[in-house]
T-cell receptor
Framework: EAGVTQFPSHSVIEKGQTVTLRCDPI?????LYWYRRVMGKEIKFLLH????????ESGMPNNRFLAERTGGTYSTLKVQPAELEDSGVYFC?????????????FGQGTRLTVV | GNSVTQMEGPVTLSEEAFLTINCTYT??????LFWYVQYPGEGLQLLLK?????DKGSNKGFEATYRKETTSFHLEKGSVQVSDSAVYFC????????????FGRGTSLIVHP
């Protein structure tokens, strides 16, 4: 079974530009999460999809970030316009169910650098 | 709110040394606790977990015991190998009605031959 895949693995963009990150979860996993890790700090939750619906987007930093999950399959996270503080590693994770014991399966992350 | 605190890294050890990475948490109720590991160039993967107080999770020689009284879940290994070099993340889930995993800042482990 294929794991969670993220594209691209690295992205370097200039301040003010737009970047779109993509995540393909494990097939059959209704739950999809986006997280971000700024260098040396904790992995911070951004948002949670259940199928195509946003279940919780309390971690989205501001309205420059837009996440979608059309058809409940892959998800995109768009940053527009990008700012310097958006730099970090963006992780996507998926899980089959939502419970306190559920393991989340992670992609390898997209390293975003805004210059 | 929920939070996880890990010791600062990097932790640098020689091969076969004993490893402890401290993790404490703040949460309501009885969350499940996890250790995830990120090897270079890879995504996070579950290393071990414990779902209730006094449970011990173990995998690949690593162990961690869920201590409710000290709100801790310290990771230990008796003899580390170079291949254990990675970043280790402590996490919790299932507190306050939320099943979204909450992570610590990660602790980098470097093991020298």
């Amino acid at each position: 079974e294929a794991g969670v895949t993220q594209f691209p693995s690295h992205s370097v963009i200039e301040k003010g530009q737009t970047v779109t990150l993509r995540c393909d979860p494990i097939s059959g996993h209704d739950n999809l999460y986006w997280y971000r890790r700024v260098m040396g700090k904790e992995i911070k939750f951004l948002l949670h999809f259940v199928k195509e619906s946003k279940q919780d987007e309390s971690g989205m930093p501001n309205n420059r970030f837009l996440a979608e999950r059309t058809g409940g399959t892959y998800s995109t996270l768009k940053v527009q316009p990008a700012e310097l503080e958006d730099s970090g590693v963006y992780f996507c994770a998926s899980s089959r169910e939502t419970s306190k014991n559920t393991e989340a399966f992670f992609g390898q992350g997209t390293r975003l650098t805004v210059v | 709110g929920n939070s996880v605190t890990q010791m600062e890294g990097p932790v640098t050890l020689s091969e076969e040394a004993f490893l402890t990475i401290n993790c404490t948490y703040t949460a309501t109720g009885y969350p499940s606790l996890f250790w995830y590991v990120q090897y270079p160039g890879e995504g996070l993967q579950l290393l071990l977990k414990a779902t209730k107080a006094d449970d011990k999770g173990s995998n690949k020689g690593f162990e961690a015991t869920y201590r409710k009284e000290t709100t801790s879940f310290h990771l230990e290994k008796g003899s580390v190998q170079v291949s254990d070099s990675a970043v280790y993340f402590c996490a919790l889930s299932g507190s306050g009605g939320s099943y979204i995993p909450t992570f610590g800042r990660g602790t980098s482990l470097i093991v020298h031959p």
